[in-house]
């Protein structure tokens, strides 16, 4: 018998009243109760919902649990903070105080085994998923619901949004998938194949500090005074058993087996109105899964949109609410607030100094891309437009720095906006070899332009990864500009063998100013910025020092008997590296002559 109870009361706000409904408990199909909080108008009536589902405890205040995203951004964009006394911020949710005055209901469920309810924690499983959809169609039919549900958040409250709705919930009516990845192995776990150790580390800083049962390890809510894990205390040994051993699940899956397609959407299974956001800056994490979800979804009405700066900001700030208000005004309320003239595709088109430039598009990739290719030069290491011819071999120490080509000074600015490709001819002193290639940009003497990524203030311009006994490329996906490989066996290298590699780089955008260059680095280990460390954040063990936490260096994975090794490039007539880029020339005029 559980411990919570159900609490009802009505606060004030700064700008509204709240009909508060603590721990409200639901029902799962296996007989769990889960706890979600809802935060609603005081006036009776029937609302559409905004609902999420997560792991980060609905007690916890954004304030307590990220103090150091949390001043980053009130300090830098007052507008999150304004009309709201921010008593219910939490961390990658929307706050109740700017959306009940629309008339909504928000309600946040906190997710199996985790904040308030108990169970056992196993992340983007076919059990999670299932109690999310169980909780859309409990929502559905609540006496203040108007049966039509919205999900919105950030990250983890957009990744698990592309699984349930691959589902087909019958009451959700839209979603906003606010810089999720999706893909469980080509976006989250396995970058090009290589492992990604940041789930290990997140699921000790973010989740075990937030397990169900964890006491006051877990802290009380700064509202209520209640434990924001629930009224019981488990021991250390029990809350072990609560929980799946997730990093070593993830490598015990160097394949795209059923694991991870069990994590991942069926893009054809898609088809509620959906609007994607992407962060340029979300390298390692959060671009690739929001331009795929746009591309691939089954969905008719869909819209995609992009920006820059900390990932979690926008999310918050005026800009980026108020298009979530007015597309879900649309699909949950059937209100003309003007989201008809909403562009198919709004990017914000980044220049050096964090400047942003925002432009409306219809479709993505840009029809008017053209697919360039800069060529890698052996003798001169340059990119060029100019095709060698020269045989050439050059060797490098993967775990050292790699080579770097370089364009010349450009003589006048150049926007690449887009997916990039890498096409090499690589062999390897070992069986195998992995390959990171970082786009970047350099001024004309030669200092290195980076950016406020989604975490790290040191992000280069675009990314990508392959390891090379994962070449085999799906045919059927593939696109000049996009490999898509399939992961599903290794083709081990033999000494001496030249193999060709295609490495997909991650969406960006950037218009470089004339002088600059254009550089691409291939190396066999992760980019580090050689400007200075990018400090530490409160939810990260790492140091930022260029890739924020989404690093690859597990021995395990990445043994130095295989990885620590002479990788030669090779080039002829006949094997011509190149840096496939999407150069956008200026959009047509539309005026009328």
């Not at 909504?104 to 169970?119: H, I, K, T």
């Not at 019981?232 to 015990?252: D, P």
């Not at 969905?299 to 879900?328: C, M, P, V």
Request: some cysteine.
């Amino acid at each position: 018998m559980s411990l919570l109870t159900q609490r009802s009361e009505v606060r004030d706000g700064k700008s509204c009243q709240l009909h508060i409904d603590w721990d409200v408990p639901i029902t799962m199909d296996d007989g769990l109760v889960l706890r979600a909080d809802v935060f609603r108008p005081v006036k009776e009536g029937r609302y559409p919902v905004i609902l999420t589902y997560g792991p980060y405890a609905k007690g916890l205040a954004f304030q307590e649990g990220y103090p150091s995203a949390w001043q980053r951004m009130a300090d830098k964009h007052p507008d999150v903070t304004a009309g709201s006394s921010n008593l219910y911020q939490n961390w990658e949710v929307v706050d109740p105080e700017k959306w009940v005055p629309h008339d909504y209901v928000c309600v946040r469920v906190d997710s199996r085994g985790c904040g308030c309810s108990p169970g056992y924690i196993d992340h983007f499983s076919p059990r999670e998923t299932k109690d999310y959809y169980d909780c859309i169609e409990w929502a559905g039919v609540q006496p203040w619901s108007n049966g039509k549900i919205g999900l919105n958040g950030i990250s983890y409250y957009g990744i698990n949004q592309w699984h349930v709705a691959s589902l087909q919930p019958p009451h959700l009516a839209a979603i906003c998938v606010w810089e999720g990845a999706a893909d469980w192995y080509r976006d989250m776990t396995h970058h090009g194949g290589i492992l990604s150790t940041f789930w290990d580390n997140w699921y000790d800083m973010q989740v075990k500090t937030v397990q169900y049962g964890a006491g006051e390890r877990g802290r009380r809510s700064p509202v209520h005074g209640e434990l924001v894990c629930g009224p019981e205390i488990l021991s250390e040994e029990e809350l072990a058993n609560n929980r799946c051993a997730f990093g070593q699940e993830i490598k015990s899956h160097p394949l795209d087996d059923d694991y991870h397609k069990a994590r991942s959407p069926r893009w054809d299974r898609i088809t509620v109105p959906l609007f994607t956001a992407a962060n340029w800056g979300g390298q390692g994490l959060h671009p690739r899964g929001n331009f795929e979800g746009f591309v691939r979804a089954a969905s008719k009405q869909k819209w995609l949109e992009a920006h820059g700066i900390e990932h979690w900001t926008h999310f918050y700030t005026d800009y980026g609410r108020e298009q979530q208000l007015r597309f879900f005004d649309k699909f949950l309320h059937g209100k003309d607030t003007g989201w008809s003239k909403q562009p198919k595709v709004l990017l914000n088109i980044r220049h050096p100094g964090e400047k942003f430039v925002p432009r409306a598009e219809s479709e993505w990739p840009l029809k008017r891309t053209r697919w360039t290719k800069f060529y890698l030069d052996p003798a001169t290491k340059a990119l060029t437009t100019k095709k060698t011819s020269k045989h050439a071999k050059l060797p490098y120490e993967a775990m050292g720095d790699g080579l770097t080509f370089l364009t010349p000074p450009l003589d006048k600015d150049t926007e690449i906006t887009g997916p990039s490709a890498l096409k090499l001819f690589v062999s390897s002193s070992t069986r195998d070899a992995d390959i990171f290639a970082v786009l970047r940009v350099f001024t004309g003497d030669m200092k290195e332009i980076v950016f406020q990524g989604a975490i790290d203030p040191h992000t280069p311009v675009a990314q990508g990864w392959l390891r090379a006994s994962h070449r085999k490329l799906d045919k059927k996906l593939s696109k000049p500009y996009r490999p898509y490989h399939t992961h599903d066996e290794e083709q081990p290298l033999r000494k001496g063998q030249v193999a060709e590699l295609d490495v997909e780089l991650w969406p960006t955008s950037i218009v470089v100013p004339a002088g600059y260059r254009i550089a691409l680095s291939i190396r066999g280990k992760d980019y580090e910025y050689g400007g200075g460390s990018g400090g530490k954040q409160s939810n990260f063990k790492n140091e930022l020092t260029g890739c924020g936490p989404f690093l690859h260096n597990d021995p395990v994975n990445r043994p130095p008997a295989i990885f620590d090794n002479t990788t030669t490039l090779h080039f002829s007539s006949n094997k011509a590296p190149y840096l496939l880029l999407p150069v956008i020339p200026p959009k047509p005029s539309t005026r009328r002559r």
